[in-house]
């Protein structure tokens, strides 16, 4: 059962790698699954790092879906 996400940033060259972490009530459960990576171009999306908002791990300006 998911019963919540992390989410970290880490900023490469002009990508950056949004990787989420699903945290499961099972703490046995180690799919792969668990974790999805995120490629955003920043060259595509200028200033998008400012537009990220951690409270629901989303960018205002695109959808990371």
Known sequence: MII???HEIHHVGHV????????????????LDQSENTL?????????LSDYTTSNGTFRSLSTE
């Open 4 to 6: 919540g996400q992390q």
């Open 16 to 31: 950056i790698v949004v990787t989420s972490h699903r945290i499961t009530s099972n703490l046995q459960d180690t799919r």
């Open 40 to 48: 955003i171009d920043e060259m595509s999306y200028p200033g998008i």
